[in-house]
């Protein structure tokens, strides 16, 4: 497993922007899939955006496509997530999450086995 803190929430105002970070550390070698997903009380913890690490390939849930970026810089074994025109209905916990393996389908919650403790985002 690897450890991952994130970092980045807050509050932002509709139409504006804020960048989540998550910091990698331990097994980093070993990580083939990162991704973020998000919570809010009540409800499933949904796929936000995921990446699988080196290659480029990204997915993205249908919310947040065109809005939101997912980018991962190698050299600081952190993973970004870059949210643009933010809606109140991104309020949520957003949590950072990787696997060793190429999870598929990308937003399978189980295929995940390392995560992180979450960053609130609040848009209003």
């Known amino acids: 497993h690897v450890q991952l803190v994130e970092s980045g929430g807050g509050s932002g105002q509709a139409g504006g922007s804020l960048r989540l970070s998550c910091a990698a550390s331990g097994s980093k070698s070993s990580v083939r899939s990162m991704a973020w997903f998000r919570q809010t009380p009540g409800s499933e913890r949904e796929g936000v955006a995921a990446?699988?690490?080196?290659?480029?390939?990204?997915f993205y849930g249908d919310s947040v496509k065109g809005r939101f970026t997912i980018s991962e810089d190698k050299a600081k074994n952190t993973l970004y997530l870059q949210m643009d025109n933010l809606k109140p209905e991104d309020t949520a916990m957003y949590y950072c999450a990787a696997d060793a393996k190429a999870v598929a389908p990308w937003d399978w919650i189980g295929g995940y086995t390392s995560w992180g403790q979450g960053t609130q985002v609040t848009v209003s």
């Open positions: 990446t699988l690490t080196g290659s480029g390939i990204t």
